[in-house]
């Protein structure tokens, strides 16, 4: 599903990837794993072609990310859900207008949506909270509404990048469990982490970095 080739990408002011080649299999949970500055987001970011490499090459779904036309480009990161370390939901909106917004900007229609976020807010276990707001949720929570907004879009991949950061050990399994759930259906799922104790048990598959190359 994910293939690195000798990825080299240089920042100024970061120390970016150096040589990188992995495959990710479809279906797979793999972590991403290494401390601050290892290079896990720099790899997050040339997965959804937020950066691009100065050498090397990126196939996921045998598409040549580097070789997508902007319109390709949108085409392609619809089948991609993002879970961030910091939720990006919107504060004015509903639970159920920031998970419809994906739907949304594709232009899915109303009826469709409305059972969609049912069905997702059901999976997360937070069905009675769609009329809320996300400050009226605790950060637990907020994440599995980010976890729902990923999975809206029936993703063929989900990026999570550092979910876990920010929450109390008993949130952060629960986001993990969602996750896994979600492999076990057949989704990649790659989770970039520095936490290695709240993973260790669950280590199936892993690559992990160290100033900017894969170490294991």
Do not use: W
Not at 83 to 101: G, H, P, Y
Not at 112 to 135: C, R
Not at 136 to 156: D, F, H, M, T
């Amino acid at each position: 599903m994910i293939n690195f080739i000798d990825v080299t990408l240089k920042h100024k002011n970061s120390r970016g990837i150096h040589n990188i080649s992995f495959d990710i299999e479809k279906g797979q949970f793999v972590y991403l794993m290494g401390p601050t500055g290892a290079g896990k987001s720099t790899i997050i970011n040339s997965i959804i072609k937020s950066a691009t490499p100065d050498s090397g090459q990126i196939l996921v779904n045998n598409l040549d990310v580097s070789k997508l036309s902007d319109h390709n480009l949108s085409q392609y990161r619809r089948d991609i859900g993002m879970v961030f370390q910091d939720f990006k939901l919107i504060d004015d909106r509903t639970i159920a207008e920031n998970i419809a917004l994906p739907l949304q900007i594709i232009g899915i229609q109303k009826s469709i949506i409305y059972n969609k976020v049912q069905d997702v807010l059901n999976k997360v276990g937070l069905k009675h909270k769609v009329n809320s707001k996300p400050n009226e949720l605790s950060g637990g929570e907020q994440q599995k509404i980010c976890v729902a907004r990923a999975l809206i879009k029936n993703p063929k991949i989900i990026i999570a990048d550092e979910p876990t950061g920010n929450l109390d050990p008993s949130s952060s399994d629960d986001i993990i469990d969602l996750l896994e759930q979600e492999s076990n259906n057949g989704t990649t799922i790659v989770m970039a982490t520095h936490n290695y104790p709240l993973i260790e048990n669950r280590i199936k598959h892993f690559i992990e970095l160290n100033n900017g190359r894969v170490v294991r």
